[in-house]
């Protein structure tokens, strides 16, 4: 999954595809160098940062997936795009534009009238957690026992969403690194991902470029590869079926000889 931020302000790449002729460069780009899904968010959720009007998130959106079905209709394959957000009506209005998933940051919880949009959209949705909203998700993250915490959370949650319609086929999981969580959770989640991956679902890994990856190196976000593609190998050793970056062709590239070896 290739992260495309129509953002100003995303933490590692805000502002640089803010208009739709760049944002469609950039898509064709990470389509290029493999990417499988192309993931759309016009609304930051780094820590700290602040909600924005839907009306603004579909104007940032919208046109950018509309684009994109556009550039890439007489491809033998059609793109799978996903739409970032925490909104139910910006979820609505990209899907009727052309984008196939909902992933949500918030796992359908931010709006009351997320679940049902879910499942009156018919479509695959990501149930992602976090502890908290990025405005103050890192003041102060707290959990007795972070893996077994987030676990159960998630199992709740997937029964909250299929109670009222959502399809258990349908539905992605993502334990959430770096949204409410101190430096011990995240590396726990990922020494434990196996644990998320027997809830019986499919997994996403977001950990690209991550502050988890400069608490361990003081490394800042733009220097992070390294740690990235060691963060990827491990998730997907581990049974993550998605990994969601930043660096498309390194991470592809890093993929295809780890399987390799694997394969013999």
Not at 20 to 49: F, H, N, W, Y
């Amino acid at each position: 999954m290739g992260i495309l931020n129509v953002t100003p302000d995303s933490f590692s790449d805000g502002g640089q595809y803010e208009t739709v002729e760049l944002a469609m460069k950039q898509a064709l780009r990470l389509i290029e160098q493999g990417a499988d899904i192309l993931d759309i968010g016009g609304e930051s959720t780094r820590p700290g940062a602040q909600e924005i009007e839907v009306v603004e998130e579909i104007r940032r959106t919208v046109p950018v997936i509309k684009a994109i079905r556009h550039a890439t209709r007489d491809y033998d394959e059609d793109v799978v795009i996903s739409i970032d957000t925490r909104k139910p009506d910006v979820a609505e209005a990209a899907i009727l534009s052309g984008a196939d998933i909902w992933n949500d940051v918030s796992a359908l919880g931010f709006d009351a009238r997320s679940p049902q949009m879910a499942a009156d959209l018919g479509c695959p949705v990501i149930l992602m957690h976090a502890q908290g909203r990025p405005e103050t998700m890192q003041d102060n993250p707290n959990y007795e026992d972070a893996v077994a915490d987030i676990l159960d959370w998630l199992k709740q949650r997937v029964e909250d969403v299929c109670a009222v319609g959502v399809e258990p086929s349908a539905i992605t999981l993502d334990p959430g690194i770096g949204f409410g969580k101190r430096q011990e959770d995240n590396l726990a989640i990922l020494r434990y991902l196996d644990q998320f991956k027997a809830l019986g679902f499919p997994l996403l890994m977001g950990a690209s470029r991550k502050s988890f990856i400069g608490r361990i190196d003081g490394s800042e976000a733009d220097d992070r590869l390294g740690g990235s593609i060691a963060t990827a190998l491990w998730s997907a050793q581990m049974g993550a079926d998605i990994l969601r970056v930043h660096d498309v062709s390194e991470t592809v590239q890093a993929m295809r000889v780890w399987e390799a070896i694997a394969n013999g």
